[in-house]
């Protein structure tokens, strides 16, 4: 089985739980691609019905809507029935972090208004501790003096041993910016961060910070895909 046919199995799992009649967040990524595919199939198939998408990019917009999928947004819907999205690391608390395909302000506020969130994942994301893959921790920054704002960032986990660097395009070392108009300031720990709430709080405080990849506590279920089968993980 290939990462991508792991993705694919976590992702259809999770469809099971999508009702017809619901109100959807629709992630964004590789796997959550697969969970809006599968949900277009099913409407096409008249097997769902009255189904309201609530996309987390507009890379899931497009998508969506070439599928037929009904769209909305949190101004019509501000409480979303399910939220189906991947992650980029999973800890044993199911704390997440989300956010290198760069959609984790929309994708947080999405699954924040949601009263169901399931995670779907192949067995490689799973770690021990958030920022222990040693890969990066976004930050979503405005762009005005985002220099100040990363240095701010860097000098909060000295301790962790913290690099803070700006999301740029490998080709082009433009920056990326988000569908918000945001630059990404992802950060590179070499120790464990501690206090998660503290961290997240932390980030938070800074003015020039719109959002972080921690989702703490926000996951309901956690759908992982492995060589061995499907395991659900619930809150
Ligand atoms: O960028 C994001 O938040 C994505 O959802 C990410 O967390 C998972 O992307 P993947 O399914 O392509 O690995």
Redesign the pocket.
Known sequence: LTQDDL?KIAAYKAVEYVESGMVLGL???????HAVERIGELLRQGKLKDIVGIP?SKKTHEQALSLGIPLSDLDSHPVVDLAI????EVDPFLN?????????LR?KMVEGACKKFIV??DES?LVNYLGGSRLAM?VEVIQFCWKFTASRLQNLFHQSGCVAKLRTFPDTADPFVTDNGNFVVDLYFDRSIGDLKAASDSILQLPGVVEH?MFLDMATTVIVAGELGLTLKNK
Do not use: F
Request: overall charge positive.
């Open positions: 993705k992630g964004t990524g590789s796997t959550a691609k987390t999205d991947g992650a980029d997440l972090v989300k956010g290198r395909g760069g959609s984790l994708e779907i994942v994301k976004p990849g």
